[in-house]
Nanobody, 127 residues
Framework: QVQLVESGGGLVQAGGSLRLSCAAS????????MGWFRQAPGKEREFVAG????????YYVDSVKGRFTISRDNAKNTVYLQMNSLKPEDTAVYYC????????????????????WGQGTQVTVSS
């Protein structure tokens, strides 16, 4: 069993930055691909960024490319999402998730592929 806890959300003005963290306990994350998803009110949960368990492969939804960076520190059992140049449309609850990876390059944009989820952290970007 893996427990995931997100932190770092908050209220920021457009153009600002936030860094989200996802700390894991229970098991090491070194065999898990990790993903960040977000869900805005009235919308479906969407993939934002993913990283393979080796950290070599990173993947982003087009709307955040060049602004967001996902990274991981397996020694600290933590995954991060650096969010720069934030826009009001980035407002959502952000969730991290872990997916047991069959290979070092594995990742998925499908939320159903993820085995464990955090409780979410609210990000609000004001215009």
């Amino acid at each position: 069993q893996v427990q995931l806890v997100e932190s770092g959300g908050g209220l920021v003005q457009a153009g600002g930055s936030l860094r989200l963290s996802c700390a894991a306990s229970g098991r090491t994350l070194s065999s898990y691909a990790m993903g960040w998803f977000r869900q805005a009110p009235g919308k479906e949960r969407e993939f934002v960024a993913g990283i393979s368990w080796t950290g070599v492969g990173t993947y982003y939804v087009d709307s955040v490319k060049g602004r967001f960076t996902i990274s991981r520190d397996n020694a600290k059992n933590t995954v991060y999402l650096q969010m720069n140049s934030l826009k009001p449309e980035d407002t959502a609850v952000y969730y991290c998730a872990a997916s047991l990876a069959p290979s070092g390059s594995y990742y998925s944009t499908n939320p159903r592929a993820y085995d464990y989820w955090g409780q979410g952290t609210q990000v609000t970007v004001s215009s």
